[in-house]
């Protein structure tokens, strides 16, 4: 209670004997070590700064040099080509002695040894990271020039990094040609198209390429030379933060507890662990003592995205939201039966330990005051239209108590949901699993803070889940995090009788309970945002699949890629729930890029409908499935190679649409391209990003992943993990009220397709 302590750390009174000073000790202490606390992190930043600054080398290099120069000047070997004896003739000015002007002449050609030496190593190993190639070739047939390549890449990449060590070195994200990304483009809609659609497609295709695309092209290519990535910070901002509709279902995913374990029954407790051990997290991001994570173990991907993972809040706007992040945060908010409370987790100089937070959350379980007026449903506000939102909180959110309380909402670590009710992973009862979905994706409408960057979740029976903001950052950074929040839970362990271990050395401070006055004015605002809420949650048809007949173990034997294998199982799905094909979205990420995200890989392709009608068609041999089975997920493996080195489709397309939109001018290929709908959105939620997590010893902490709502009104959103060796979970999204699509019904016909395919190869 830092804050309430300070406002009365000094305060007096005026009597007639005088002026009667009080002084508060124990409040002077916290503010004191607030500003400590707040002191050291900046000088940590400054030192973090500093070694990622001269990152792949290091302050050592220096001292070497140093070493080396100096023994040279005392042999008389003079390594400066003269450098050093015009030093020291500049030094005479100042009428220092020779020994002294020595010195001075050491150490500052040292010092432009090693700044040059620095920028070499940085701009050689940046020029070695543009090379991609190796992406193609088999790892067991490595051409000459990969192999070398590789071994440059491993000289270069220095050790110990810090988690943005990184970030200078790593190249800028290409402009893919005109030419090719018309070409890339043509093939891809043309399994899609009949003959004389295809044939006005590529009559639009080069009218754009010879006309209008050239000056859109030369516009983009200039912005890549000025920004660090051409398409991030557009694809931010036009992409979510323009967005008006709600970002509930819409735009915010989920993600689930480990399935096989459920280490304590006590929410308080297990809240407690999990809080803990992502503080923890935050505190390696803050320190940047997180490791990079790199491809293969030699290639590093970006980290920038780790940056916001906390202290982050969506604040709504009427033409555009923008995100907030603060530098630090010594508080998380915790939400419980409809009343909002503000919980320290720094006191006295330290971070509270598990024991002192499950005594805080368990005051607020077993608070029994009721909920002010309309602060219950007070969240659906960001569940809602943003442009209502926008004008509630200018209008009844910017003074008094109102503005405090939800400043400490938007500038908490994060929120905290103790939900009253127990939800379960039943592996047997797909009831339960899905309704543990709909309460991660959306809940009740307005029990979850949709704008905090994420949203952790307890429920009353300890089961735990989440739920993610989509703009800061993409689903591996939340994975990330959650992997190791899981991992280091597992190993903080519980009591026998379900507590947290450790005991209190000094009493935490209380819960603050935030404060509301709220007008009839706004409570109705608030109603209407859930109104909306609620139609919108309403309409999510949300199935999870748990496929335990067989995994990435019999899929490797099959010679493809698991991912490849699951893209064809789900192109076979949708043609037999649909009886056609459609375009297909596939999320694949460019952080081997600077600040790079995402890029789409088009799974619908000519190999890929080759295979499914072979499937569909009983003349066909089982061999000659196989064979375009296999043709297919090397197909599109090569797309999803494409995607990730920068050889895209879609950003490229979409950026040059950005710039015809600034320049006023009106591209029908263009406007056609991004009108198209996804009706098959998938996405691969990745896992084992942190060698603290071994399935192999601890089977029972594997994760059922996470998933999101429907991209398009008639369409799928399909999520899955491919955990372990015998188990794939997907997460199918579809909306209740399309009468051609139904959730359930496709998770049955996957089945149904996996079990077909698997049938191949034992029949072979």
């Known amino acids: ?33 607030s500003g400590l606390r707040s002191w050291k992190k900046r000088i940590g930043r400054m030192k973090n700064g500093f070694m990622n600054g001269v990152y792949p080398a290091s302050p050592v290099h220096w001292f070497v040099t140093l070493a ?103 190249p800028k994200l290409p402009v893919p040609s005109l030419d090719d990304t018309m070409s890339r483009y043509l093939r891809s809609v043309r399994p899609l198209l009949s003959d004389e659609k295809y044939r006005r497609m590529e009559s639009l295709v080069e009218e754009f390429r010879n006309g209008l695309g050239r000056k859109l092209q030369r516009y983009l290519v200039l912005k890549s030379w000025w920004s660090t990535n051409y398409v991030s910070d557009w694809w931010e901002e036009y992409v979510y933060l323009r967005g008006r509709s709600p970002i509930m279902v819409n735009s915010n995913f989920y993600g689930m507890d480990a399935v096989m374990q459920q280490p304590t029954t006590i929410q308080a407790a297990r809240a407690a662990n999990v809080v803990y051990a992502m503080l923890q997290f935050r505190r390696v991001v803050d320190r940047e003592e997180l490791r990079p994570i790199m491809l293969n173990k030699t290639v590093p991907l970006c980290s920038w995205q780790y940056e916001r993972q906390f202290n982050t809040t969506r604040i709504p706007g009427i033409d555009t939201d923008t995100l907030m992040h603060w530098k630090d945060s010594t508080h998380i908010v915790v939400y419980h039966r409809g009343r909002y409370f503000k919980v320290y987790i ?132 939340m994975g990330h995090l959650w992997e190791t929040t899981l991992a280091d839970e597992f190993e903080l362990g519980y009591t026998d009788d379900g507590h947290t271990k450790g005991q209190m050395k000094f009493m935490p401070p209380k819960p603050v309970r935030l404060q509301w006055e709220l007008s009839k004015e706004c409570q109705g605002v608030i109603e209407t945002s859930l109104c909306v809420a609620r139609d919108l949650l309403s309409d999510v048809d949300l199935h999870l699949l748990i496929h335990d007949q067989y995994g990435k173990g019999f899929i490797k034997k099959c010679s493809i890629s698991p991912d490849a294998y699951i893209q064809m199982a789900l192109q076979l799905t949708y043609y037999r729930d649909a009886g056609k094909f459609c375009l297909t979205y596939e999320a694949s990420m460019t952080r081997m890029f600077r600040e790079g995200r995402t890029e789409t890989i088009r799974s619908c392709t000519l190999q890929s409908c080759a295979f499914v009608k072979a499937m569909e068609d009983p003349r066909t041999t089982t061999k000659e499935r196989i064979r375009l089975l296999q043709a297919a997920g090397e197909t599109h493996q090569d797309s999803c190679r494409d995607a990730m080195t920068g050889r895209g489709i879609d950003r490229h397309l979409f950026c040059l649409y950005v710039v015809s939109k600034y320049l006023g001018t009106e591209s029908p290929f263009l406007k056609e391209v991004l009108s198209e709908p996804w009706r098959l959105s998938t996405s691969q939620t990745p896992h084992q990003q942190t060698d603290k997590l071994d399935l192999t010893r601890n089977p029972e902490m594997i994760s059922a992943g996470g998933g999101f709502g429907p991209v398009a009104d008639d369409g799928y959103g399909v999520s899955y993990i491919i955990a372990g060796e015998d188990v794939i979970f997907f997460h199918i999204s579809s909306k209740k009220s399309c009468p051609l699509t139904n959730s359930t019904q496709f998770g049955n016909i996957l089945v149904k397709a996996l079990s077909d395919m698997k049938q191949l190869f034992v029949d072979l």
């Not at 830092?2 to 916290?30: Q, R």
């Not at 070739?137 to 990969?146: A, D």
């Not at 390549?149 to 990184?166: D, E």
Request: aromatic share 10%; hydrophobic share 45%.
């Open 1 to 33: 209670m830092a804050e309430a302590h300070s406002a009365v750390a000094f305060s007096f009174t005026v009597t007639p004997e005088g002026v009667d000073v009080s002084v508060n000790h124990e409040a002077l202490k916290a503010v004191w070590y």
């Open 346 to 477: 720094y006191y006295r100089h330290q971070l509270l330990t598990p024991a002192q937070i499950e005594h805080m959350l368990q005051q607020i379980v077993d608070d029994c005051q009721t909920p002010m007026v309309g602060e219950e449903h007070l969240a659906a506000l960001t569940a809602g239209d943003r442009i209502l939102w926008a004008k509630a909180r200018a209008t009844h959110f910017s003074r008094g108590v109102n503005k405090t309380s939800l400043d400490a909402i938007e500038k908490a670590a994060f929120v905290l949901i103790l939900d009253d009710e127990p939800r379960d992973i039943a592996t047997n009862d797909s009831e339960k699993l899905d309704d543990f979905g709909h309460a991660m994706l959306h809940g009740k409408g307005y029990d979850r803070w949709f704008d905090k960057s994420f949203t952790l979740v307890v429920c009353s029976n300890g089961r735990v889940g989440f739920n993610a903001e989509h703009s800061w950052a993409d689903a591996p950074i």
């Open 68 to 170: 080396v120069v100096l023994g040279c000047s005392l042999l008389d070997i003079d390594i400066s080509f003269g450098w050093m004896r015009s030093i020291q003739s500049l030094s005479r000015v100042f009428q220092a002695n020779e020994p002294l002007n020595a010195c001075v002449a050491v150490v500052m050609f040292t010092t432009v040894l090693w700044i040059i030496m620095i920028v070499t190593l940085r701009y050689t190993l940046k020029l070695l990271l543009t090379y991609t190639r190796w992406m193609y070739e088999p790892r067991k047939k490595m051409s000459l020039v990969t192999k070398i390549w590789l071994g440059l890449v491993s000289l270069f990449v220095g050790r110990k990094p810090l988690l943005y060590s990184y970030q200078g070195s790593l």
